[in-house]
């Protein structure tokens, strides 16, 4: 680039500028990682293990070898292609102000991290430090505009030095030392910029990073040393059933109970229907590690050739050792599998099974309890009965159904506790899983799979769920569990079994018995097989003599045995008898894919996500709360700025205003939403697979629930910012800079959501989002104006969305005045002449700002419709 005046001088600041944000915003990963290890801290530092510092220490040197290596890169990668001065000693000069700069942002983020000890808190701590370091750098507001109640802040900030440093080290050179004035062009240029033009001044900023790098690690000491974890709530004991607080027996159900049982959920009418499946085989593309070991085949076989048949108000058990094949069958069956070979037949009460029927007829308690966190247990009840029972239903009916199953499965003491996130708030991990069948059972569901509905519960809590399943079972419906080394109480209240080996095979499909006593006797019947003890659990006796050490030892395979038994001849005229239609029956037909039309679809989101956002306050409060706080930070630093033009500088000052609003708010908005979305998407892949909706309504709630979040948010802080920084009271230029604010509140937003949306999780997403945010930064046009931006890159200005916005705010406010400055110019002209702005241009970026919103807003429900992460 030219050397002849300041204004080419002033890219050259950009981009000295740049480089220390860059190398300064580096740092903020360091918030993430120190907060994902403070829980093995405390826990080792209660433990007395060691004291904080001996913990701190290593943080702070493990670090100093990656600030080598990124500050080496950014040097060596920018210096000499960008032009700066030649002279050798100036670029080791460079480099070594760069590593302090990373060391000191790195120690400010880790001290951050463990101040805050929690993501959402230190998220908004590190936005505010560093929105401060920014601001008051001396690059965005010049050091003789700054207010004398802010100046504490400009001395204060570890930016301002490094910029400084930065600065002279550069003008001070060879290239820079044309003479102007009786001084030379480096020196008008860094005055220019508000920095002190001596040479002293690169080793008070060296003196200055090295101390703020010794402070902010005594602080971070510090904050391990006196600080504790924040409590963690806990769950609605209070809230707790009666009947959950006494000791809970399972036994057998007498003749009396089981009527009194199927009376309950029993308001809506269903037809019971059965499942056979027979010589069913699923396959998977073959593993690239086992083809590298020399397997041949193309194909891995999980399940065999396995048959059976569930029946209405039988309760079966599958199980198996880990890996025999139960959820892999379980999927199978319920039509959960998104990849691999399904062959066989299966058939829905005598009819050939056809998934998109099934679905509305079945339900699917998943192992993990995933349900929306800022919501009631009824209030998820309510929203899968509307979007799941017919459209036949009348409101009423529908509550009364909801009330009814709420009876059943004993949650009604629970009826508006949040459902919260798991193991952190709200309901406990039994009242999640008694919840996660009521979803499902909301659903009039005549055939319910449950995937290991006791895994992780004590035998109490275990007992209370499975009582739920019984009363399920009661009232007619078919019901087959997945199950794991269960208790001899929960293991007797099954009424047959399902056992799979491993390698996908069935080695027994029987009645279980009382005490187990069919089981037992046919187990006991095969030769070496080693006799039950008393009192011994049946479950775990079962799977331990029909493990495969066992085949081996005996030297018989188990199922052999069961296709030789009378029991595999009964199962086999079973299956064949209820593979036949019965007469008068009919297939499975519903006129929709969905039980309720697509407008009904996404008022039931909307509903949802309402609720979802109001309850959520850590995200809506904090992000009004900052976005408030930042408003006043901004109107006070750049306070009565507005009115003045008659300088550049002014000009400039007026501009560094929206761009560091544009930037920030921005960032903050696109960041803080991703895990928001991302929580809510695992709860979109069981509500879709579930047949509950479309992609399409969910993907449009999520986008309007925000719209009057952000509005409230930008009203905000466009009236606080646009009184205190004095721009021009007309009725017109202000709804341009509130019509520009929340455009750009609002596409940032819907840009953090469509990266969630094409990333597998939070984390991805965050990076991914984040590699953009420096390359929005540089070709904003405020770092280098769009016409001094050489042309191959210029593409990328008008690619850009932040640009457009800056672009927008700075045409409205100033690009029709006429006043002149001192050089001559008009405020008109000189936009035009070094920006590119124009005034008569802005209805052009109103119609992109509109574009950028929609853009993003489709792409993200185009994502979600297309990407599907979850693979089963």
């Not at 301002?160 to 003008?171: C, D, K, R």
């Not at 459902?419 to 005549?446: F, H």
């Not at 939070?762 to 989002?769: D, F, K, L, T, V």
């Amino acid at each position: 680039m030219h050397r002849s005046n300041t204004e080419e001088g002033g890219i050259y600041v950009g981009a000295l500028f740049f480089g220390v944000v860059m190398v300064m915003f580096n740092g903020m990963s360091e918030i993430s990682m120190t907060i994902a290890k403070l829980p093995v801290f405390y826990k080792q530092r209660d433990f007395l293990f060691y004291p904080s510092w001996a913990y701190a220490l290593p943080a702070w040197v493990v670090k100093i070898p990656v600030s080598f290596l990124e500050a080496g890169l950014w040097t060596v990668l920018t210096y000499y292609v960008v032009g700066f001065d030649p002279n050798v000693a100036r670029f080791f000069k460079r480099y070594l102000l760069l590593l302090l700069v990373n060391q000191t942002a790195s120690a400010l983020f880790r001290f951050i991290g463990a101040l805050g000890r929690n993501m959402i808190v230190a998220n908004t701590f590190g936005s505010f430090a560093l929105l401060l370091v920014f601001a008051l750098g001396g690059f965005v507001l010049v050091r003789e505009d700054v207010k004398k109640w802010w100046l504490w802040g400009y001395w204060s900030s570890p930016m301002m030095y490094a910029m400084n440093g930065i600065t002279v080290n550069e003008f001070l050179g060879h290239q820079w030392r044309t003479q102007t004035n009786g001084t030379t062009l480096g020196r008008v240029i860094i005055k220019s910029g508000g920095f002190f033009a001596e040479n002293y001044w690169y080793w008070i900023a060296v003196a200055a990073l090295v101390g703020y790098i010794f402070v902010f690690n005594i602080c971070f000491n510090l904050s391990l040393a006196f600080l504790d974890p924040f409590g963690k709530a806990q769950s609605n004991v209070s809230a707790q059933n009666d009947s959950d607080m006494q000791a809970v027996e399972m036994t057998s159900t007498t003749t009396g109970d089981a009527g009194q049982a199927k009376k309950k959920g029993m308001i809506l009418p269903f037809e019971p229907h059965s499942i056979t499946f027979n010589d069913v085989n699923y396959s998977v593309d073959m593993p690239q590690e086992m083809k590298e070991q020399g397997v041949n085949e193309d194909r891995l076989l999980l399940l065999k050739g396995v048959s059976g048949a569930f029946r209405p108000g039988v309760l079966t058990a599958l199980m198996g050792v880990s890996g025999a094949g139960k959820t892999t069958l379980m999927d199978v069956l319920a039509g959960r599998k998104t990849g691999g070979y399904i062959e066989g037949d299966v058939r829905i009460s005598g009819y050939p099974k056809k998934q998109e029927t099934f679905a509305r007829i079945s339900g699917y308690c998943e192992q993990n309890d995933i349900h929306s966190p800022h919501v009631t247990v009824y209030e998820s009840l309510l929203y899968s009965a509307w979007l799941r029972l017919a459209s036949d239903v009348d409101e009423s009916t529908r509550k009364g159904f909801v009330d009814e199953v709420m009876d059943l499965v004993e949650l009604n003491p629970l009826r508006d506790a949040l459902v919260g996130l798991p193991g952190v708030n709200g309901l406990s991990t039994e009242q999640r899983k008694r919840l996660t069948i009521a979803v499902e059972l909301v659903a009039n569901p005549s055939i319910i799979f449950m995937d290991e509905p006791t895994s992780g519960l004590d035998a109490r809590a275990a007992a209370i769920v499975m009582r739920t399943v019984r009363n399920t079972v009661d009232t007619g419906r078919t019901v087959v569990c997945t199950i794991h080394q269960p208790s001899i109480d929960i293991f007797e209240a099954f009424d047959e079994l399902f056992l799979m080996k491993r390698g996908g095979q069935e080695i027994y499909v029987g009645p279980v018995g009382r005490q187990s006593c069919y089981l037992i006797k046919y187990f006991e019947a095969i030769d070496g097989v080693s006799k039950i003890k008393d009192g011994y659990n049946p479950a775990t006796w079962m799977l331990e003599v029909s493990t495969s050490a066992q085949e081996i030892a005996l030297g018989v395979d188990f199922t052999e045995i069961y296709h030789n038994s009378d029991l595999y001849r009964r199962n086999k005229d079973l299956i064949a008898e209820l593979s036949v239609p019965r007469p008068g029956t009919k297939d499975l037909y519903f006129p929709t894919q969905y039980s309720q039309p697509f407008v009904v679809q996404c008022i039931a989101c909307l509903w949802k996500q309402r609720w979802s956002y109001w309850r959520n306050p850590p995200y809506t409060a904090v992000r009004f709360a900052f976005t408030t706080f930042i408003a006043i930070i901004f109107g006070t630093m750049f306070w009565d700025l507005g009115g003045k033009r008659s300088t550049q500088r002014d000009l400039i000052n007026a501009m560094g205003s929206m761009y560091a609003a544009t930037l920030f708010l921005g960032v903050q908005n696109a960041s803080s939403v991703q895990p928001v979305v991302s929580v809510e998407r695992t709860v979109f892949y069981r509500e879709r697979a579930a047949g509950m909706y479309s992609a399409l309504p969910y993907a449009f709630a999520q986008i309007l629930v925000e719209i009057p979040y952000i509005f409230s948010q930008t009203g905000v802080y466009c009236l606080i910012v646009y009184a205190m920084i004095g721009f021009e009271w007309t009725a017109e230029k202000f709804f341009w800079y509130l019509f520009f604010q929340f455009c750009c509140l609002l596409y940032m937003t819907y840009y953090g959501m469509m990266t969630v949306a094409i990333t597998p999780n939070a984390h991805i997403a965050a990076i991914i989002a984040a590699s953009f945010y420096g390359i929005f930064n540089l070709f904003s046009g405020f770092i280098v104006p769009r016409p001094s931006i050489p042309v191959w890159w210029r593409w990328y200005y008008w690619g850009n969305p932040l640009a457009w916005t800056i672009y927008g705010m700075v045409a409205s406010q100033f690009g029709d005045y006429d006043d002149l400055l001192r050089n001559g110019e008009t405020v008109k002209g000189y936009l035009d002449r070094y920006y590119g702005y124009k005034h008569d241009f802005l209805g052009a970026v109103a119609g992109v700002h509109i574009g950028l919103v929609i853009v993003f807003g489709f792409i993200f429900a185009y994502c979600i419709r297309a990407f599907n992460f979850q693979k089963r």
